[in-house]
């Protein structure tokens, strides 16, 4: 059996392209349930750090084992210390130690508002640092075009000659 096993089968099940749309929304629509419940407890004991294996964390969740495998895949970039999720076995041993500006900038970029306004948010960030952090994510992906340098206006080198004497030839 490949180490990179249980990834792949989740990968495999939660992205198949032969499933119906409303087969794809149900298989998501239940994931999402389940995942913003662990999100709740997580968020809600900031002071715990969650670990154990695969196979326990699944348990205590009451979730199976390849749910656990997707929900560790979704919060992987947002530990502190990632897990080493290519190779996930039921007894890779696991930590959920997030960094939580991180965790809130992924959840905004991937646009989950169903975690990013739970409210177990109130007792980590205030919502001034949250709206702030929202503003930084939301901008990291919007490109800013510089404004096109007109060949009369004066270059921007700073020779003080005009754009199409200087640097524009």
Known sequence: MANDYLLKTWREIAYNQEQTQEQYNQFWGAYFVQEKEVYKDILGHPDVVVKGTVEELAKKYNMEVLTMVGFLDG????????????????????????????????????????????????????????????????????????????????????SGKKYKYCCGR
């Open 75 to 158: 919060i992987n970039e947002s530990l502190k210390v990632e897990n080493p999720i290519e190779e996930l076995e039921d007894t890779t041993e696991v930590s959920l130690e997030y960094d939580p500006e991180k965790l809130y900038k992924n959840m905004v970029d991937a646009k989950a508002d169903w975690l990013y306004n739970l409210e177990e948010w109130d007792n980590l960030l205030t919502p001034e640092r949250r709206k702030e952090l929202y503003k930084e994510q939301k901008l990291s992906g919007t490109v800013i075009k510089e404004k096109k340098v007109g060949r009369n206006d004066p270059c921007p080198c700073g």
